[in-house]
Nanobody, 115 residues
Framework: VQLQAFGGGSVQAWGSLRLSCAAS????????MGWFRQAPGKEREFVAAISWSGGSTYYADSVRGRFTISRDNAMNTVYLQMNSLKPEDTAVYYC?????????WGKGTQVTVSS
């Protein structure tokens, strides 16, 4: 499975960005899809995840109420709508999918939020 993320960039605080991540290759049987992030000098952390059906979503406490995860299974794409961005949201964002017990990672896209 190959993952390509799009949509990162620079924005001022309280602004919005929408990330997308398209999966290609062996996409059959992809289950959960999600996003993680890694800020400079910090460990990679969970941001949000969504089940195959889209019926279940999970969020880190730090983003709940501001970020919304969604997916389009026909396009093998997962999205992350990020609103009310804060400087502490600055990080490289990575998409992640689970397929047949294995985890796959994209290369990441930079999000920078200035105050």
């Amino acid at each position: 499975v190959q993952l390509q993320a799009f949509g990162g960039g620079s924005v001022q605080a309280w602004g919005s960005l929408r990330l997308s991540c398209a999966a290609s290759g062996r996409t059959l049987s992809i289950l959960d899809m999600g996003w993680f992030r890694q800020a400079p000098g910090k460990e990679r952390e969970f941001v949000a995840a969504i089940s195959w059906s889209g019926g279940s979503t999970y969020y880190a406490d730090s983003v709940r109420g501001r970020f919304t995860i969604s997916r389009d299974n026909a396009m093998n794409t997962v999205y992350l709508q990020m609103n009310s961005l804060k400087p502490e949201d600055t990080a490289v964002y990575y998409c992640n999918v689970e397929r047949m017990g294995a985890q796959y990672w994209g290369k990441g896209t930079q999000v920078t939020v200035s105050s």
